[in-house]
C-alpha cells in the first residue's frame, strides 16, 4: 500500500496487492530493499548519488513495479517502457526497414541518443557506434521495479542524460527457485511468442552473504505485412495503389525518345520487344514484417558478501545473445547508373534500335558490332532471388565488482569498475553485389561472360521478368558481413553520507552528501567486408558500411549535497534545498561542466511542491565523430524539380544541380519516396548543452488513505543540438524559402542549393553513388530543441471486504516539440516529425481483487489525434494530391485485460488479452512519413498493427 510519513513522501512496499498501477505516482524517493536490517545495504536514489534512506529529492520519478511486470506479462523491456506517456517510439520489434536489429527507448521524442539507461545506477555498455543500449539485454526476470527520471541528469551520471534516465533497479536479495513460462499469440494465429526463465539464489555463510543467477530464453515468431489486409498492398498518399518503380519487366530509362504523347520510353515489352512508355510498379509490402523475429539467451548473476561489519564485497554480470532476423521485398537494380553493351546476347533488335536512336548513334549495327555500352539507369526487381534477409546477431556481456561500507558512522564508500563488450554482426543474404551484375551484362553469348572469373553466368533483363537464370543468381548472389563491436570501461569511486547529524534551523533530517570521481574509455570499430564498404556494392542497401574506428575517454569529478533548512515549523514541515555538480574532460571535446539546483517544500502533512534546475550536456558519440561519408537513403514524396510546367528560374537551378537539360519537364518523382543523401561524421563537433527545469506537486492527502497525485511542467531546451540538417530544410530554402509550395521564390543565390546533386543521366534524386542526392551536414547546429509539457499521475488503492480496489492515472501533455529546424512537431507526423508525439496521451489502469478468485485487471492506452505537418498547405494547394483523410488520425484506444490468480500456495497463473477489441491502426498510406516508422500503410510503431493477442504465463517460487 501507500503509505506517508514526515521524511519520506512515498513509499512502495511490497503489499500483497502491490498496487497493479501503470505507473506509481512518486516523487524521487530512497527505496525500501530487503526486508532485512543490513547496514550495508544498497539504496538506490534515480538522479543521485546521496544514499540517504529519508531522502526526497526535487526531481520527478515515475515507478513501475513488479506489480506492473507481472501484469503485463512482460518478457522483454521495450514492451514494458516503449508505450509510456511521454515516451515516443525507438527501434523496436515493429520496427523492419531501418531497424539495426536492437530496441532503444526515446524519452520525450528527443532521440534514444540523449537519454540514459541504467542498471541500478550504473551505465550499460552501448550496443553500436552511437551509443545507445540495446533494451534486449535487460533480464527483464529479474526486475524489482523501473524508474523514469525527466530532466537532464548529466551531474550525476555524466554526459547523455539530457532527457533523462531510464533505470531498471534489479532484486538484490533472492532466495529460493523462481520458474516462469508464457506463451502468446495474436488472434489469427501468428506472432507466437514464447519465454522460459528460471532464477535460483540464496543466502551463504550464515546470512552474511546471497548469490543469484538467472538464465532466460525468448523466441519471437514473425508477422508478415502480407499477413494483414490493410498492409497487403501499398497506398499511395491520394490512396492509388502504387509500389516501387523498380519492378518487372526490366526497365531501360531513356533520355531523349519519347512516344507520340511525348511519354518517356522504359519498360520492355516482351511481347513487342521493344520499350513501351508505360510500367509496372512493384508491391513490397507483403514480403515486409510487421513483428520482426527474435530469439534471445540470457544470463545474469549477482553476489555480495560481508567481508567485514563494516565492508562488503559485491560483484554481478550478465550476458546476452540476441538474434532479429528482418526481411525485405527481393533485390535488384534500383536504377543505378550501368553499362550496357549493345551487343548483349539478350537484348531484342527493337530495344538496340530504341538505344541507339535514344543516344544519337547513326550506325547502330556498327556499333552492336563494336559492343559499344550506352550509360544508362535500369531497375529491374529480382523476383527470381526471393526476399532480402538480414540477420543481426549481438553477443554482449558486462561485469561489476566493487567495495563498499562504512568509513565511519556518517560517511559511507562505494569503490567499483566495470567492463563490457557487445558485438554485433550483420549478415546480409539475397541482396546481390553490384559489380556481378556489371560482369554479367557483359556476355559473349546466352551462356559465356567476357570475364568469367568468380564462375560467370550472363543475365537475361529482357525476358517476361522471371527469366534470371538460377545460374546467375547463384552467381550475383554472394553473403556480405559487417561486425561492430564496442566496449566500455568504468572506474568509479564515491563518499557519500551525513555531513551533519542535523540540518539548519533545527532541521532533525541531517545533510546529505555525495562527492567522487569516475572514469570511462569508450572504444568501437566497425569491420566491413569489402563488398559492405564499397559505396553501391551491395544492392539495395542504401548507404555502404565502411570500416573505421575510434575511441575516447573522459575523466570526471562530481559533489552532490542535499540541505535539509527548515523542518516541524507553521506551514514548513520540511523545506530542503539541492545541488550538484560535475566536471568532466573528454579527450575528443574538452572541459565541460554540468550542475543541477533544487527545491522541496511541504508546507503541510500530505502536500509537497517541487521544483530543479539541471544544466547538461552530450557529448558527440563515436559515430557523430568518425563515421566516414557515404551516400545512402532519405525520405522525400515530392521533387519540386519533378514533373512538367516547373518555371524557368526552377529549371536552371535544376541543371546547375546535375540534371540534363533535356530532361526538363520529365524528372520523375522519388522512386518509393526514397532519394540519395550523403552523410558523415565529423571531428570539429562540441557537445550540446541542455538546459531543463521541472516545477511539480505531489499530494498525499491523510484523509484519503491509499491516494496519491502528482503533478509535473517540464521544460527541455537543447541547444546547439549535434543534428544532420533536414532534408526539407535544405530543399525549401532553395526551391520554396516562403514554404508555400509553389517554387515561385526559388532562389539559386541560396548556399543550400549548392547541397543537392542530382543524376546526370535522368535527373533525378535517385541513383547510384554519382547521385549525391542531398548532402546533410551534420554539425551543431543554430536552432534549438524544445520538449515541454505536464505529466501527471493519480493512484488510488484500497482495501475492501471482498479483496481489494486499484486505480491508477498517468497522462502526458505535451505542450511543445521544436525541431532544431524550427517546426512544431507536438501532435503532427511526417517525415520531419518522425516518430510522432501526441499532444495528449494516457494510460489508466483499474485493479479488482477478488478474495479466492484472483485479480481482474484493466488497462486502457489512449492517444489524442494527431495531423499531418503539413496539413494546411496541402488543404489550401488545389493540386494537393494528398488525400484529406491521410493527413488527420482520430484519437485511438486500446484495452488490454488481465486475469491473474494464485492457482496453488507458490504458482501463479496468468492470462491476458491485449487489444481486447481488435482495434484496426488508422490507415495514412506508405509514403507520408519516414520509412523507418511509417510502414504498412500506417504507423506500426505506435498503433497496433498486429490486432488482438493473447497471452498466459506461470509462474512458480520455491
Not at 490 to 517: K, Q, W, Y
Not at 866 to 877: C, F, G, K, P, T
Amino acid at each position: 500500500m501507500l503509505t506517508y510519513s514526515k521524511n519520506i513522501a512515498l513509499r512502495l512496499s511490497a503489499a500483497p496487492l502491490a498496487l497493479g498501477l501503470a505507473l506509481a505516482a512518486a516523487p524521487a524517493f530512497a527505496q525500501d530493499q530487503a526486508a532485512d536490517d543490513n547496514a550495508a545495504d544498497v539504496i538506490v536514489v534515480t538522479g543521485s548519488r546521496i544514499t540517504n534512506p529519508n531522502l526526497v529529492t526535487s526531481s520527478p520519478v515515475k515507478v513501475l513495479g513488479a506489480e506492473e511486470l507481472q501484469l503485463r506479462q512482460t518478457v522483454n523491456a521495450e514492451d514494458l517502457v516503449g508505450d509510456l506517456p511521454g515516451v515516443t517510439t525507438g527501434i523496436s520489434s515493429a520496427v523492419n526497414n531501418g531497424s539495426n536489429g536492437t530496441s532503444t527507448f526515446n524519452l520525450r521524442g528527443l532521440g534514444d541518443n540523449r537519454n540514459l539507461v541504467l542498471i541500478d545506477g550504473n551505465r550499460i555498455v552501448p550496443s553500436g557506434l552511437s551509443s545507445v543500449v540495446d533494451l534486449n539485454n535487460i533480464p527483464t526476470a529479474l526486475i524489482e521495479r523501473t524508474e523514469v527520471l525527466t530532466g537532464g541528469a548529466s551531474s550525476v551520471y555524466g554526459a547523455d542524460a539530457v532527457a533523462g534516465v531510464l533505470n531498471f533497479v534489479m532484486k538484490k536479495d533472492f532466495s529460493g527457485v523462481q520458474l516462469n513460462t508464457s506463451y502468446g499469440l495474436t488472434e489469427e494465429g501468428d506472432g507466437d511468442t514464447f519465454n522460459a526463465d528460471i532464477t535460483m539464489g540464496g543466502n551463504f555463510a550464515d546470512g552474511r552473504g546471497n548469490a543469484v543467477v538467472s538464465f532466460g530464453y525468448q523466441n519471437v515468431k514473425p508477422v508478415l505485412m502480407g499477413d494483414r489486409s490493410f498492409s497487403r498492398e501499398t497506398l499511395d498518399v491520394d490512396g492509388s495503389l502504387v509500389g516501387s518503380g523498380t519492378s518487372t519487366p526490366t526497365r531501360v530509362n531513356l533520355i531523349n525518345l519519347r512516344d507520340a504523347n511525348d511519354k518517356k520510353l522504359s519498360q520492355f515489352d516482351p511481347d513487342t520487344g521493344t520499350l513501351v512508355p508505360t510500367y509496372n510498379t512493384y508491391n513490397f509490402a507483403p514480403d515486409n514484417y510487421f513483428q520482426t523475429p527474435r530469439k534471445r539467451y540470457n544470463a545474469y548473476a549477482s553476489a555480495w558478501y560481508d567481508l567485514t561489519d563494516s565492508v562488503e564485497l559485491y560483484a554481478k554480470g550478465m550476458f546476452n545473445r540476441t538474434t532479429v532476423n528482418l526481411q525485405l521485398a527481393p533485390s535488384g537494380m534500383f536504377g543505378d547508373t550501368w553499362q550496357l553493351p549493345l551487343n548483349n546476347p539478350f537484348l531484342p533488335a527493337g530495344v538496340q534500335q530504341q538505344l541507339c536512336a535514344d543516344n544519337g548513334i547513326t550506325d547502330c549495327a556498327g556499333a552492336i558490332a563494336n559492343g559499344t555500352e550506352i550509360t544508362t539507369t535500369i531497375n529491374r526487381r529480382f523476383v527470381e532471388m526471393g526476399a532480402r534477409k538480414a540477420q543481426y546477431t549481438t553477443n554482449m556481456f558486462q561485469g561489476w565488482v566493487g567495495a563498499r561500507g562504512d568509513l565511519t558512522d556518517l560517511i559511507k564508500f562505494d569503490v567499483s569498475a566495470s567492463y563490457g563488450e557487445s558485438e554485433k554482426t550483420r549478415t546480409y543474404n539475397n541482396w546481390g553485389l553490384k559489380s556481378r551484375v556489371q560482369q554479367a551484362l557483359r556476355a559473349v553469348d546466352a551462356n559465356t561472360c567476357v570475364d568469367e572469373s568468380n564462375g560467370c553466368v550472363p543475365i537475361n533483363l529482357f525476358g517476361d521478368g522471371k527469366a534470371i537464370s538460377d545460374g546467375t543468381i547463384a552467381f550475383i548472389n554472394a553473403p556480405t558481413i559487417v561486425q561492430v563491436k564496442t566496449s566500455m570501461s568504468v572506474l568509479n569511486a564515491t563518499l557519500n553520507g551525513d555531513l551533519t547529524e542535523t540540518g539548519f534551523l533545527g532541521a532533525t533530517t541531517p545533510i546529505g552528501f555525495a562527492l567522487g570521481g569516475e572514469y570511462r574509455k569508450y572504444t568501437a570499430d566497425q569491420v566491413s567486408d569489402s563488398a559492405s564498404s564499397t559505396q553501391d556494392e551491395v544492392l539495395g542497401t542504401g548507404a555502404p558500411s565502411p570500416s573505421y574506428s575510434g575511441e575516447y575517454d573522459v575523466w570526471e569529478a562530481y559533489a552532490e549535497l542535499n540541505v535539509p533548512l527548515i523542518e516541524d515549523q507553521p506551514f514548513i514541515n520540511s523545506l530542503s534545498a539541492e545541488g550538484g555538480i560535475r566536471y568532466s574532460h573528454y579527450s575528443t571535446s574538452g572541459d565541460t561542466w554540468t550542475y543541477k539546483g533544487g527545491l522541496n517544500w511541504e508546507p503541510i502533512d500530505g502536500l509537497r511542491f517541487r521544483g530543479n534546475y539541471q544544466h547538461a550536456v552530450r557529448a558527440p558519440n563515436l559515430e557523430e565523430l568518425f563515421l566516414p561519408a557515404s551516400t545512402g537513403l532519405g525520405s522525400l514524396s515530392k521533387d519540386p524539380c519533378a514533373g512538367p510546367g516547373i518555371s524557368a528560374t526552377l529549371s536552371a537551378i535544376c541543371i546547375a544541380q546535375g540534371a540534363p537539360a533535356a530532361i526538363i519537364g520529365n524528372i520523375d518523382q522519388p522512386s518509393a519516396s526514397q532519394i540519395n543523401v550523403t552523410q558523415g561524421g565529423s571531428l570539429s563537433l562540441k557537445p550540446e548543452k541542455a538546459d531543463s527545469y521541472t516545477l511539480g506537486m505531489v499530494v498525499t492527502p491523510t484523509q484519503v488513505p491509499g491516494l496519491s497525485f502528482t503533478a509535473d511542467y517540464y521544460h527541455i531546451k537543447i541547444t546547439d543540438p549535434i543534428e544532420y540538417l533536414s532534408t526539407n530544410t535544405i530543399l525549401n530554402a532553395c526551391y520554396d524559402p516562403n514554404n508555400d509550395g509553389d517554387y515561385s521564390d526559388a532562389n539559386p543565390n541560396a548556399p543550400e542549393c549548392a547541397l543537392i546533386g542530382r543524376n546526370p543521366l535522368n535527373g533525378s534524386l535517385n541513383g547510384g553513388g554519382d547521385t549525391p542526392g542531398v548532402t546533410l551536414a551534420l554539425g551543431n547546429q543554430d536552432g534549438e530543441i524544445i520538449s515541454s509539457g505536464i505529466d501527471v499521475s493519480v493512484a488510488y488503492s484500497r482495501p475492501t471486504n471482498f479483496g481489494g480496489l486499484n486505480f491508477s492515472f498517468n497522462g502526458n501533455w505535451t505542450d511543445q516539440f521544436l525541431t532544431a529546424d524550427g517546426v512544431e512537431c507536438a501532435g503532427k507526423y511526417g517525415s520531419t516529425c518522425d516518430p510522432m508525439l501526441p499532444k495528449f496521451s494516457f494510460q489508466f489502469r483499474s485493479t479488482v481483487s477478488l478474495d479466492n478468485i484472483g485479480d481482474f485487471s484493466l488497462l486502457w492506452h489512449w492517444m489524442d489525434g494527431m495531423e499531418y505537418e503539413d496539413r494546411a498547405a496541402e488543404l489550401a494547394d488545389p493540386e494537393s494530391s494528398v488525400l484529406p483523410e491521410y493527413m488527420k488520425i482520430d484519437s485511438y484506444s486500446t484495452f488490454d485485460l488481465t486475469y491473474r490468480k494464485d492457482v496453488f500456495e507458490n504458482v501463479t497463473f496468468t492470462m491476458g488479452v491485449s487489444n481486447l477489441f481488435d482495434k484496426k491502426p488508422p490507415i495514412v498510406s506508405n509514403y507520408i512519413g519516414d520509412g523507418t516508422y511509417n510502414a504498412g500503410n500506417t504507423y506500426p510503431s505506435t498503433y497496433d498493427a498486429l490486432g488482438r493477442r493473447y497471452m498466459a504465463t506461470l509462474s512458480a517460487k520455491f
